[in-house]
Nanobody, 125 residues
Framework: HVQLVESGGGSVQAGGSLRLSCAAS????????MGWFRQAAGKEREGVAA???????SYADSAKGRFTISQDNAKNTLYLQMNSLKTEDTAIYYC????????????????????WGQGTQVTVS
């Protein structure tokens, strides 16, 4: 069965860094767009970054210049490197996979997710 398992969340001071990982299994990883979403307390879930199978990326304005999405197709693993973290980055971060015919990260960013991970908490103080 499909599994998306996030790890790497935690607590960090403002200005610090964290690297999230998402291990995917149970489906053909390279056939899906991958992305990171987050949901802060009392707010709607929002897209953070997306990547297509060829490595084309797309970022929310809030993530540009600070976050980097990447993947290791051989390991079926998605990453999110988060630098210069701010208190407003505090949220539960979710990994997602979208079955979509995309040839760009921006297309992937618009694709509705098919599968979701369970989320990992990131707290910036």
């Amino acid at each position: 069965h499909v599994q998306l398992v996030e790890s790497g969340g935690g607590s960090v001071q403002a200005g610090g860094s964290l690297r999230l990982s998402c291990a995917a299994s149970g489906y053909t990883y390279s056939s899906y767009c991958m992305g990171w979403f987050r949901q802060a307390a009392g707010k709607e879930r929002e897209g953070v970054a997306a990547i297509d199978s060829d490595g084309s990326t797309s970022y929310a304005d809030s993530a540009k210049g600070r976050f980097t999405i990447s993947q290791d197709n051989a390991k079926n693993t998605l990453y999110l490197q988060m630098n210069s973290l701010k208190t407003e980055d505090t949220a539960i971060y979710y990994c997602a996979a979208a079955r979509a015919s995309c040839v760009s990260g921006s297309c992937c960013a618009r694709a509705p997710p098919t599968y979701w991970g369970q989320g990992t908490q990131v707290t910036v103080s």
